[in-house]
């Protein structure tokens, strides 16, 4: 089907980005079996492909439609040439568009991704014979990483009790971010069997929403560590504020620094940047500091299968990061006499927060245009908007890992007693 | 410490194996060297040794004192060459026997093997340098198999309700074996949402108690694979006498064999035998017979460092099993494109579950006794008793692992269906 006119927006921002005014240009040939090509490996999903003159590919129609827009030539061929990290760029320039729902967009180009190589493959895997090397170091976006953000970007669309910036745990669907980001610290602590004489080591403290929790909570001792100075001097100015200084000691050093003996080892959210080469060196921290009936609970974001991160989000957003298998997760635990009590699955409960995140960050959209520019808030939405699909029905887990020392019983027989007091 | 006299059970054993009376021979100093330097390595233990002229080294006294009795000479000889494999035969024929709890004494064991090597892990070192080849060849000791006994042994002292073979569940610690392995059955059930509208596939069904069981329960259908001929013509004729004929169909076939779709995929205490080159394989069963929203669950013994079974048991009770640790299990799901939802450690359960069987064995063992002969009995003490210390203190493990297909979302978000219904 043909449409009149291009999308308006990939329009402006086509404008927008050197300020010159690019007129629709005229399509090729082949920039026309191309989008067929594309659309064709999309069929059966509700995904369009239109070109900059309008013109539009694909099977879905009516209120289901979801339409990519792709703005100009250069973009189409760049998209051709590496898309996995120039889809993000490109939507980020605003050069390609998404008409239309971007989570359910990511959603159908997953189920597509399962069906069967079509002829869109073979061209891909002709690109890539001829695709010399990283691309990547000669793009220059203007897309900030998360590391040289600042904490008023994430108090933006985190929530405002725990400044979580990891998946929440949702006992019933309709709980606001909120109350899920406190659910999942009490599930953590039950989980745990936390108790008010236990003393805590906290590898990746965050903003210390979780140590100042515990502490306010349980008032347990907590030593929680970290390397990122700005969080820690947050994290400190916190606790004093809540009156947990005396509780919560916020410590500036790498998690392999962690000295002394605890009841609990605790980490949410900081093994996705430890990486697998230093997995052994974690488990071994953890067995020099877990007393003889500890006990530890590591939360990370995983997958089902071996893989690197999506390139565009390794590259462009999360440096370092590797979510590991549960299978790459082993050598934290049986190198080093720990035992696995319990692995929790929350997949579900992060597509749920990442919907609230992505909701709130779409409502703060002009602030965050205002801190940094347009290309920023496209690259956020689609980082909130893929990572989303890639929990629902992508291969992203978040598994916690419970844990105690081989041959110790440290926790009750059966979960009950995870259970019972959550009503 | 001195003791009078030579274990009167150690004497009787000694006497019965071929008749020829023994009297307490004369001991030599390399005798006593070794004896010591045994009671060194279980220094901080209750474990004593004794040789057979009554001598006793080791600190163990009063009520909680274990005396570890070593009938003659060559047995104490063939225990240092051997002890894996040695202790075990030996203890089976009652060359060597144990005077006080045979599950604290294993127990003990594995805390002493705990602890840094002394003089006894160097003499070891000595002999396996010299030992060549397995020894076990030789080793003709009348000690059947599990696979040699048959259905009436096992219902001497399995559960009457259910006949499992496997790990129950109790969900109170003075639940009854029977209430415990239905509870088992239940919580299997619960984790995988069974529905009635459901169809089952069963690797693995022993005697056919929990086909049976989901049958009445559930009112689903099931296939359940088997390779035992002895057990399929046991559950075809108690699925009749239970009046469910109709809804089970018990096929003597190997897992590889399973054909059809299912919505679930259930597997209790077959992984064991499996062996980790055909967990690849497993998984391709599973994933060709699971319909896209099924669900699957594989309850397994298993280890938390990667380690062959103990040799003794490896040779002479349970020939080929491996049980794997989580991080051996992997290529079951990750390259087959499931998810890991849920992961239990049910370990005291198991110790509990070995407890009940061990009092039912030693209650019936004039019966069992009668079917075979005093060294099996004192094998299966042996099994039964180390394996439930291979639980409380050991790196035995049991697992639970539920899964489903990668990108789907069969279950419930919170595990508090699990947890709701039960009580």
New interface residues.
């Given amino acids: 089907m043909d449409r009149e006119t291009s999308h308006p927006l990939v329009m402006r921002q086509a404008e927008g980005r050197d300020g010159a005014i690019r007129q629709p240009r005229q399509t090729w040939l082949i920039d026309h079996w191309i989008a067929g090509l594309l659309a064709a490996e999309f069929a059966g999903t509700p995904l369009n492909f239109a070109l900059w003159d309008g013109s539009e590919y694909g099977e879905g129609s009516g209120e289901e439609r979801i339409c990519v827009h792709i703005g100009d030539r250069p973009a189409l061929y760049r998209f051709v040439y590496n898309p996995e990290v120039q889809f993000g760029d490109l939507y980020s320039l605003g050069r390609i568009d998404v008409e239309g729902d971007l989570v359910l967009a990511v959603e159908s180009a997953?189920a597509a991704l399962?069906q069967p190589p079509g002829r869109w493959y073979w061209l891909r895997r002709v690109v890539q014979l001829i695709r010399k090397g990283p691309s990547l170091r000669r793009s220059k976006h203007n897309i900030h990483h998360h590391y040289d953000i600042g904490n008023d970007f994430y108090q933006l669309w985190l929530d405002r009790v725990a400044l979580q910036y990891t998946c929440a745990?949702?006992?019933h669907?309709d709980a606001s971010l909120e109350e899920a980001q406190l659910a999942k610290l009490d599930h953590v602590c039950r989980k745990l069997c936390l108790q008010p004489a236990d003393t805590v080591v906290e590898a990746g403290g965050g903003w210390g929403g979780f140590a100042i929790h515990m502490a306010k909570r349980f008032g347990v001792r907590i030593d929680s560590y970290n390397i990122s100075h700005e969080q820690i001097v947050y994290a400190r100015d916190w606790a004093e504020r809540e009156g947990v200084a005396d509780k919560v000691t916020f410590i500036e050093e790498d998690y392999r620094k962690i000295a002394g003996k605890y009841d609990v080892f605790v980490s949410i959210g900081m093994l996705e940047h430890v990486g697998p080469g230093n997995y052994r060196a974690l488990g071994e921290v953890i067995n020099r500091c877990l007393k003889p009936d500890g006990r530890g609970l590591i939360h990370s974001i995983g997958r089902?299968?071996?893989a690197l991160l999506n390139a565009w989000i390794r590259r462009r957003i999360f440096p370092g990061a590797h979510p590991p298998?549960?299978?790459?997760?082993?050598?934290i635990?049986?190198?080093s006499?720990?035992?696995?009590?319990?692995?929790?699955?929350l997949?579900?409960?992060y597509a749920?927060t990442l919907k609230h995140w992505l909701a709130r960050f779409e409502a703060n959209q002009d602030t965050v245009r205002k801190m940094f520019d347009e290309p920023f808030v496209r690259a956020w939405r689609l980082y909130l908007a893929g990572s989303t699909a890639a929990f629902?029905?992508?291969?992203l887990?978040l598994y916690q890992v419970l844990f105690a020392r081989?041959?110790r019983?440290p926790l009750p027989?059966?979960?009950?007693y995870?259970?019972?007091q959550?009503n």
Wanted: proline letters at 8%; glycine letters at 8%.
């Fill in positions: 997953y399962d745990y949702y006992r669907i089902d299968r071996p298998t549960l299978g790459e997760m082993a050598p635990f049986e190198p006499g720990l035992t696995v009590l319990d692995v929790e699955n997949k579900p409960h749920q629902t029905v992508g291969q887990q081989s041959g019983q027989m059966t979960r009950d995870i259970y019972m959550s």
